[in-house]
């Protein structure tokens, strides 16, 4: 049972990512592998080309989505990625997929993909997940909290760009699939990158923006 729950979450996130206008541009051809550019000397918006002579069906082929990730850290989740820096023929094609493990109240922190938008399946277990909207333009109204409790079958999802999260509110471990608009959605974990930033962000900079004694952030920082 649990199996073909997976494989109907894989063919839903698959169908509905499809369905959607990717953050990247389209291709100009059938197909464009990336090439392993780690040591390249010319850097390009996306990956370079393979010979299309040299692709082989392992180009398109990524293995290990029904292993479970460890969730054994501090928020209690792990998420496995497979953009185009796991799958190299994901290059030009703007989409790409992840399968994200929840430990009991296990947390995917908010966070941001600013290059596409999500859509999240959950196959087992209950998730709180929600987002929240850009700065409205009246200063004098916040920020809009979407949020929803899903079971396994529900699907949500996050606009792009905008900060989302998942919490595990079940009693038992989580699993969810999300396809994603970009071939490389890229992420920014709020926290880390506001309080783990290396150089660090100035301490008297964060005091002002959330209005705390320096002490505070101090401390925040040290955690990251």
Excluded: W
């Excluded at 997976?6 to 959607?20: D, E, P, R």
């Excluded at 185009?84 to 290059?91: E, H, I, R, S, Y």
Aim: aromatic letters at 8%; charged letters at 15%.
């Amino acid at each position: 049972m649990k199996s073909i729950r997976f494989l109907m979450a894989i063919a839903l996130v698959v169908l509905a990512t499809s369905l959607v206008y990717a953050s990247d541009p389209s291709p100009l051809q059938d197909f464009c592998v990336a090439v392993n550019d780690s040591k390249a000397a010319v850097f390009v918006n996306g990956k370079i080309c393979k010979d299309p002579e040299m692709v082989t069906a392992d180009d398109f082929f990524f293995k290990g989505l029904n292993k479970p990730g460890n969730t054994s850290n501090s928020v209690g989740s792990r998420v496995t990625q497979v953009t185009v820096n796991q799958l190299a023929g994901l290059n030009t094609l703007g989409i790409s997929l992840v399968r994200i493990d929840y430990a009991r109240r296990g947390l995917n922190p908010p966070h941001t993909h600013p290059r596409a938008t999500e859509i999240l399946v959950v196959v087992e277990g209950t998730l709180y997940v929600g987002f929240v909207t850009s700065n409205p333009a009246n200063p004098n109204m916040k920020n809009k909290l979407f949020t929803k409790i899903l079971h396994p079958g529900d699907v949500f999802v996050f606009p792009e760009g905008l900060v989302h999260f998942q919490f595990n509110v079940g009693k038992k471990k989580a699993v969810a699939f999300a396809g994603l608009s970009s071939q490389n959605p890229g992420v920014i974990t709020i926290a880390n990158a506001v309080f783990g930033s290396n150089p660090p962000i100035s301490r008297d900079v964060l005091t002002k923006a959330f209005q705390v004694d320096k002490n505070v952030i101090k401390y925040l920082q040290s955690q990251f």
